[in-house]
């Protein structure tokens, strides 16, 4: 593999900064799964057959399906973009394909969803991103190997006679011309994704060589030049266009060779990506906005994730939760959209984003009465509450101040901004700083 030749594939970074400027997405995924309702992987974990999954198929009809409402809501939530699973892991598409008739125009429900669904977003000023899974549980020719719901199964390598991963790799770019071709602009190919140190007994995982990752990256680039690629493809000679931590909060902003890279983590709602409705790990509000903040604190966009239900209505839980972000990020959106990482370092318990002069001060824990923040010390020129627009003020530099008939000394090297007592009724409060002309510390893209 020609090494410098593939990394021509990777996207100039002019063509992420729309992505690195929205910073907060929402992520669907949808699929026969919400039927059984007791996670995405179900057919896997619990090694179902096509025959046993088979009644998903035959009752899929999401009667309830609305995409402008769930448009309207992820705007609502102050999201920019949209992903969503037109194939996951179990093979079912959302389109009509003329790749499979394993699809929604042959359900009940009979008709395409992911027309209207583009059409949804879009109208609402949603940039749209398509995922698709490189797994294919339902496909002929996709072999068995560590992850299939047919690992286990007595016959697992005599099941494999015959299949050809080269026939299922035609396949998938097939789908993905597809993809790329009948729905407009599509500004995110969302892969996933690859296995290859995966192994059990005789069986082995997946990886470039099985999906032709190269060729798919070159039909990608060749139908949608300026389209962002993740890093799922296990292509290692290739600079991914961003990389996506799942299910994780990194200790630090992700590097690759020393270098910053555009990134995105994935998370969910509660535990499970599609429907569980049993499901009870639900993250408090609290959690969710730290979690946005926290990534843009570190560079990074968050790709938040709804699983619709079998009717194709959002959850009362997902709704209760992109409710608390809607209400936060009606007052705070700009302490997100367009912020990136701080050279700043941050006071204990809070978390900085940084958008030119703007500096944002996050405070996941209330202090009493004082935020010290020396590194700010004579570089201020205004500060306040975002929420409110209230002035936040700063004890002024004096070799004997009085506070509170205590001696409270403050050198000219130090900055202590003055708090209410108690904590403004808000998740997060956030403290918006005017920096002074000439004092802007270099902010990290």
Request: charged share 25%; hydrophobic share 40%; aromatic share 12%.
């Amino acid at each position: 593999m020609d090494i410098n030749n593939l990394q021509s594939l990777a996207l100039p970074e002019e063509k992420k900064a729309w992505f690195v400027h929205e910073r907060f997405g929402m992520f669907v995924h949808w699929g026969l799964y919400a039927l059984p309702a007791r996670h995405e992987w179900v057919k896997s974990r619990e090694e179902l057959n096509d025959a046993d999954y088979q009644k998903y198929f035959d009752h899929f009809d999401p009667d309830l399906y609305d995409p402008r409402e769930w448009a309207r809501r992820a705007k609502a939530a102050g999201m920019k973009y949209v992903v969503l699973t037109t194939k996951h892991h179990e093979g079912f598409c959302l389109w009509d394909t003329k790749a499979t008739d394993f699809k929604v125009t042959n359900t009940p429900y009979g008709r395409d969803l992911l027309g209207p669904f583009v059409d949804a977003f879009r109208a609402e000023g949603l940039r749209i991103g398509f995922y698709y899974s490189l797994i294919d549980w339902h496909h002929p020719d996709f072999t068995v190997d560590p992850r299939h719901p047919q690992r286990n199964h007595p016959d697992a390598l005599k099941i494999n006679e015959g299949r050809d991963m080269q026939r299922y790799a035609a396949f998938m770019r097939e789908q993905v011309r597809e993809l790329l071709t009948d729905f407009g602009q599509i500004d995110i190919m969302w892969f996933d994704f690859s296995y290859p140190q995966w192994k059990l007994g005789d069986l082995v995982g997946k990886g470039h060589q099985d999906w032709e990752s190269e060729k798919l990256v070159r039909l990608v680039r060749e139908l949608a030049p300026d389209i962002i690629i993740n890093n799922r493809l296990d292509l290692a000679g290739l600079q991914p266009d961003i990389v996506t931590p799942e299910q994780y909060m990194p200790r630090a902003r992700p590097l690759r060779d020393g270098r910053r890279v555009v990134w995105e983590a994935c998370h969910t709602l509660s535990g499970s990506w599609g429907y569980h409705r049993d499901e009870d790990t639900w993250k408090s509000t609290e959690q969710l906005v730290q979690m946005l903040v926290g990534t843009v604190a570190m560079g990074g966009n968050l790709l938040m994730n709804v699983g619709p239900t079998a009717r194709g209505t959002l959850d009362h839980r997902a709704i209760t939760a992109l409710a608390a972000y809607e209400e936060w990020m009606a007052l705070h959106e700009r302490s997100i959209v367009g912020c990136t990482q701080s050279d700043f370092a941050a006071p204990a318990d809070c978390r900085l984003t940084q958008n030119g002069d703007r500096l944002y001060i996050h405070l996941f824990n209330w202090p009493y009465r004082h935020l010290h923040f020396d590194a700010l010390a004579g570089k201020v020129e205004y500060a306040q509450f975002l929420h409110d627009g209230s002035e936040v003020t700063w004890l002024r530099p004096s070799a004997n101040t009085l506070w509170a008939n205590t001696q409270f000394p403050v050198g000219d090297d130090q900055m202590t901004f003055v708090l209410p007592v108690r904590r403004p009724q808000i998740v997060v409060p956030v403290i918006e700083v005017k920096l002074k002309a000439g004092s802007t510390s270099g902010i990290q893209d």
